[in-house]
T-cell receptor
Framework: DSGVTQTPKHLITATGQRVTLRCSPR?????VYWYQQSLDQGLQFLIQ???????AKGNILERFSAQQFPDLHSELNLSSLELGDSALYFC??????????????FGPGTRLTVT | KNEVEQSPQNLTAQEGEFITINCSYS?????LHWLQQHPGGGIVSLFM???GKKKHGRLIATINIQEKHSSLHITASHPRDSAVYIC??????????????FGQGTRLTINP
């Protein structure tokens, strides 16, 4: 158990809908990262938050957004869902954002299926 | 060409064999991570290294910064080592911001 929790574990929804994925980092970790793992693209970095502020953006679509709250939990919002958004979404946390990242601890993932 | 290349893509071995998985990358990095993804999907961080060598139990990871190459070794392999092993390189985008770029993974199967 990494100490990172994600909810829900599974999510099935229809095209065009909007969903919210939730992540609670390990106690004390300030950085949260979101990743997408699809069958054809593998693991891809989406976005990083550090202590409530967005720090880095990767291959995140405009239809997707995220935020980190004062209690350091984070949410990833996916809207206007398309079939191709079906994937495993992982959250990870690490103690620091700078100057050295440190090891990342991954949550169990949320499997999103868009039908 | 992908920024991070792993080889082999698939590896099947017998229990007890010494396993080597390779990772090559094409740009400067601040660190390299080895991850293990279990058949159920969960991801575990095995190592983070920026130089030299690290060992944890039967696992050994090495990195050669000059050659932009890392290897993950498993000694005395066991069927429970069967998983996908993923190499990821860490880039600093700006101060305080980093991202991981992942290899495509190596699927390891250890037969009893």
């Amino acid at each position: 158990d990494s100490g990172v929790t994600q909810t829900p574990k599974h999510l099935i929804t229809a095209t065009g809908q909007r969903v919210t994925l939730r992540c609670s980092p390990r106690s004390g970790d300030l950085s949260v990262y979101w990743y997408q793992q699809s069958l054809d693209q593998g693991l891809q970095f989406l976005i990083q938050y550090y202590n409530g502020e967005e720090r880095a953006k990767g291959n995140i679509l405009e239809r997707f957004s995220a935020q980190q709250f004062p209690d350091l939990h984070s949410e990833l919002n996916l809207s206007s869902l398309e079939l191709g958004d079906s994937a495993l979404y992982f959250c990870a946390s690490s103690p620091r954002g700078h100057p050295l990242s440190g090891e990342q601890y991954f949550g169990p993932g949320t499997r999103l299926t868009v039908t | 060409k992908n920024e991070v290349e792993q080889s082999p893509q698939n590896l099947t071995a017998q229990e007890g064999e010494f396993i080597t998985i390779n990772c090559s990358y094409s740009v400067g990095i601040s660190a390299l991570h080895w991850l293990q993804q279990h058949p159920g999907g969960g991801i575990v961080s095995l190592f983070m290294l920026s130089s030299g060598k690290k060992k944890h139990g039967r696992l050994i990871a090495t990195i050669n910064i000059q050659e932009k190459h890392s290897s993950l070794h498993i000694t005395a392999s066991h069927p429970r080592d069967s998983a996908v092993y993923i190499c990821a390189v860490e880039h600093w985008i700006i101060q305080g911001a980093q991202k991981l770029v992942f290899g495509q993974g190596t699927r390891l199967t250890i037969n009893p």
